[in-house]
């Protein structure tokens, strides 16, 4: 796949050379003094952001995600109980994180600076998934509220995921440590190892890490269908298994870190993932082999001025898709109800047609450079500006298989390149004792084109069209060039010791993703297989949709006492013009089934309010007791049509008991949602039932051993997952209506799981 350089970005050497021009200014700096005591010393690559969104701001430190991380291998889990935050199921590695019911690129998500894109016509490998859960240091998640500074092209906020910062010795020498964990869950049998290695001197920093992990399908708490066929022969499942919901995945990574001296560091990362499947129980097809490595070059320099960052990324993804083994697999005359046939015949063949699956594969390579500076101007004073350059590269083709797809090779987007060059300046300042102050402003141009298209077969006769649609797209518009502002205006008042009180606004932008705009083809097959969401329908792009626009209004009450108890209420209010959300493609839709839709430009309203609070019962003899909870109550709606917005919990929470003492930590955790009415009406979407699910954890830390074990959903409590989208598990999923409508994805059932670390 060869995609050129355009004019515009071959100056990339100019935002080097801006880097450089920085680093080399003086300006007086108030900074505190480090320390020398340890033997090992911490550099932190980026500064401190957002401070003045404290109550817009949930971070998760390593010791929160010590505590969630044996209990699955998916890293967006480890954002559960956070308010105002749910997942949108999918594969078993790579839900979908949601902030106030927007979800996947509605979201600006980094992983260790990066802006990486998800390069599957379902989304399938989002950023999240190419980093297991004990690679993650810290996360960090910006709601409604965000900094300018931490992501444009998005709307509903932003999620930040760190691995631990590099380290190195204070003193001469070398020291070799390391770690090595295993874990394993009941339910689905899943299982994962992983190891660590570190080689450190007081310049250098030499690791590697590895992670495995593989599971087989789940089962619900009872029967949820009255199928267990899936249309392979000889092969059924329970009707209490969720079908295509196994997975196996292997990650590497070697990071390589030098100290320079006092005020510089360069970090290097290699990153490699071979995914050799992940099924999906609410997709018409199974991730067969995802391939990702990409390339992570970091320079950070502390200078009296302030700090400067300076960051290349390059990521390759090689993605491919077919019918996993709960899925119907041959097709045509010939096979029989699904029997093996051969040889492979084409549609016209008068001895029939036989066609071997659907392959359907994915290539991206995803360049990155961003420049970023901390400029601090007094005391409690920063000024961050910077710059940044994405060059995005898709190409996503069908290979022919026999029957209707085929002879040739079906072009769903071809040459699909979409670029972002982005500026922005913030600043954030104590105006006063008790104001702390923070706005930016950020310009974004997103620039997308694509090449021609052409189906399986170009003849008049070709099924769905295919031929007058391709003519038609490729004689359209196949271009175009947002210029999108975002701005964000926070002011925080410490009103005394125990209360503050946080305010703002925020303008953001998003433009459409190269499947929003560029698929083509209503054909029911070809659309069945374009699906962002996971609800069993078919989608045709748009190329003449506007960028999304979204204004937030926001306001948070925070309180805690001499004891740390603590009480955070946020409200808010956000309208989006220009959402993109769907209508029908043609006359064909009806209720109770699956549609073939079109993507829209129309708008919406979202409105909320989270609430979150901890509260220390006792500290003694008997340990530390402490309850904590949090509560988020949404409601969205589509402003033209009246109908609810798709994967929107009304109300969602949690209320956790928990215990430390002599290194246990144990917790009894209560989980609630609300039942889902309101739902979006043009994909027939389908209500779920509220539940209520205890979950059981418990854990000690010596001093270089950790075990973990616990039991999710305590009760085997059987619950449909609101956010889980149409059960698509299982049978002929090729054919839009050839599976049954109105199942949901249930929840997985008990499950029992354990793990271990041990450090060197």
């Given at each position: 796949m060869t995609h050129p350089l355009p004019v515009r970005w071959r100056p990339c050497q100019l935002a080097i050379a801006i880097g450089l021009a920085f680093s080399?200014?003086?300006?007086?700096?108030?900074?505190?003094?480090?320390s020398d005591d340890e033997a090992i010393e911490?550099?932190?690559?980026?500064?401190?952001?957002?401070?003045?969104?404290?109550?817009?701001?949930?971070?998760?430190?390593?010791?929160?995600?010590?505590?969630?991380?044996?209990?699955?291998?998916?890293?967006?889990?480890?954002?559960?109980?956070?308010?105002?935050?749910?997942?949108?199921?999918?594969?078993?590695?790579?839900?979908?994180?949601?902030?106030?019911?927007?979800?996947?690129?509605?979201?600006?998500?980094?992983?260790?600076?990066?802006?990486?894109?998800?390069?599957?016509?379902?989304?399938?490998?989002?950023?999240?998934?190419?980093?297991?859960?004990?690679?993650?240091?810290?996360?960090?998640?910006y709601a409604g509220l965000s900094p300018v500074s931490v992501g444009g092209d998005s709307l509903g906020g932003s999620i930040i995921a760190e691995s631990l910062p590099a380290e190195f010795l204070t003193r001469a020498g070398a020291e070799v440590s390391g770690e090595v964990g295993s874990f394993y869950r009941s339910n689905n049998n899943a299982r994962g190892a992983n190891l660590k290695v570190s080689y450190l001197t007081d310049t250098t920093?030499?690791?590697?890490?590895?992670?495995?992990?593989?599971?087989?399908?789940?089962?619900?708490?009872?029967?949820?269908?009255?199928?267990?066929?899936?249309?392979?022969?000889?092969?059924?499942?329970?009707?209490d298994e969720v079908g295509s919901s196994a997975y196996e995945t292997q990650n590497h990574s070697l990071r390589l870190a030098w100290q320079l001296n006092q005020h510089n560091s360069i970090d290097a990362r290699l990153n490699y993932q071979d995914m050799p499947q992940q099924l999906y129980p609410n997709q018409r097809m199974d991730l067969l082999d995802n391939e990702q490595i990409n390339l992570n070059l970091a320079w950070h320099r502390e200078t009296d001025?302030?700090?400067?960052?300076?960051?290349?990324?390059?990521?390759?993804?090689?993605?491919?898709?077919?019918?996993?083994?709960?899925?119907?697999?041959?097709?045509?005359?010939?096979?029989?109800?699904?029997?093996?046939?051969?040889?492979?015949?084409?549609?016209g063949d008068?001895?029939?047609?036989?066609?071997?699956?659907?392959?359907?594969?994915?290539?991206?390579?995803?360049?990155?450079?961003?420049?970023?500076?901390?400029?601090?101007?007094?005391?409690h004073d920063v000024l961050r500006i910077g710059l940044e350059l994405q060059q995005y590269a898709l190409d996503d083709y069908w290979t022919p298989s026999g029957g209707g797809m085929g002879p040739g090779t079906f072009l769903n987007i071809n040459n699909g390149q979409r670029d972002r060059i982005a500026i922005f300046a913030e600043r954030e300042h104590a105006s006063s004792a008790n104001w702390l102050l923070m706005y930016g402003v950020r310009y974004e141009n997103v620039a997308m084109q694509t090449g021609e298209v052409e189906g399986y077969a170009t003849g008049a006769s070709a099924p769905g069209m295919q031929m007058m649609q391709a003519t038609a797209f490729n004689n359209g518009s196949r271009s175009s060039s947002d210029?999108?502002?975002?701005v964000t205006l926070v002011a925080r008042y410490q009103a005394n010791d125990r209360l503050n009180i946080e305010f703002g606004y925020a303008h953001k932008v998003r433009s459409a993703n190269l499947y929003e705009k560029y698929t083509w083809s209503s054909w029911m097959m070809a659309a069945g297989m374009n699906n962002l969401v996971g609800d069993g329908n078919g989608y045709v792009g748009n190329a003449s949709l506007e960028p999304e626009q979204a204004n937030t209004v926001s306001a948070s009450m925070s309180w805690q006492d001499e004891q740390h108890n603590s009480l955070t209420v946020t409200s808010y209010f956000t309208y989006i013009t220009d959402y993109i959300d769907a209508v029908a493609a043609n006359s064909m839709w009806q209720p109770n089934q699956f549609n073939v839709l079109r993507y829209e430009n129309q708008s919406a309203r979202i409105y909320g309010t989270n609430v979150s609070g901890t509260w220390h019962i006792s500290h003694g003899k008997s340990g530390h007791w402490q309850l904590a909870g949090?509560?988020?109550?949404?409601?969205?709606?589509?402003?033209?049509?009246?109908?609810?917005?798709?994967?929107?919990?009304?109300?969602?929470?949690?209320?956790?008991?928990?215990h430390q003492f002599d290194g246990w930590h144990s917790?009894?955790?209560?989980?609630?949602?609300?039942?889902?009415?309101?739902?979006?009406?043009?994909?027939?979407?389908?209500?779920?039932?509220?539940?209520?699910?205890?979950?059981?954890?418990?854990?000690?830390?010596?001093?270089?051993?950790?075990?973990?074990a616990g039991v999710e959903n305590l009760l085997d409590k059987f619950y449909f997952n609101p956010t889980g989208g149409a059960y698509t598990g299982q049978g002929m999923t090729m054919s839009l209506n050839g599976i049954p409508y109105g199942i949901a994805v249930p929840g997985m059932g008990r499950a029992v799981y354990a793990g271990v670390q041990w450090q060197f």
């Open positions: 080399s200014l003086s300006v007086p700096i108030y900074a505190s003094p480090q911490h550099i932190t690559v980026e500064g401190s952001i957002g401070q003045s969104l404290a109550a817009h701001t949930a971070v998760l430190n390593e010791a929160d995600i010590n505590r969630k991380g044996a209990a699955s291998a998916d890293t967006a889990s480890l954002l559960r109980g956070i308010a105002g935050v749910h997942l949108n199921a999918t594969g078993g590695l790579s839900s979908l994180p949601a902030i106030h019911g927007l979800a996947d690129d509605r979201l600006r998500v980094k992983v260790n600076g990066m802006d990486l894109i998800s390069s599957c016509p379902n989304h399938m490998n989002p950023p999240l998934s190419y980093l297991a859960p004990n690679d993650v240091g810290t996360l960090t998640v920093m030499l690791s590697y890490s590895g992670n495995w992990s593989k599971a087989d399908n789940y089962t619900a708490a009872e029967t949820f269908k009255t199928l267990a066929a899936t249309g392979r022969p000889e092969h059924q499942l329970a009707l001025w302030g700090q400067l960052t300076t960051r290349f990324y390059h990521e390759k993804v090689d993605h491919m898709m077919d019918f996993g083994p709960d899925k119907q697999y041959w097709y045509g005359s010939n096979a029989m109800m699904g029997m093996p046939c051969t040889p492979i015949r084409f549609m008068p001895q029939g047609t036989c066609a071997a699956g659907m392959p359907m594969y994915s290539e991206s390579d995803n360049n990155g450079l961003t420049v970023k500076a901390d400029y601090y101007l007094a005391a210029n999108n502002v975002d949090s509560v988020s109550a949404t409601s969205a709606e589509n402003k033209d049509t009246g109908s609810g917005l798709y994967q929107v919990i009304p109300v969602q929470g949690s209320l956790t008991l928990s917790s009894l955790e209560w989980v609630l949602a609300s039942r889902k009415e309101k739902v979006s009406d043009i994909r027939n979407e389908i209500e779920t039932a509220g539940y209520g699910l205890l979950n059981l954890q418990v854990s000690h830390q010596w001093q270089s051993f950790r075990i973990d």
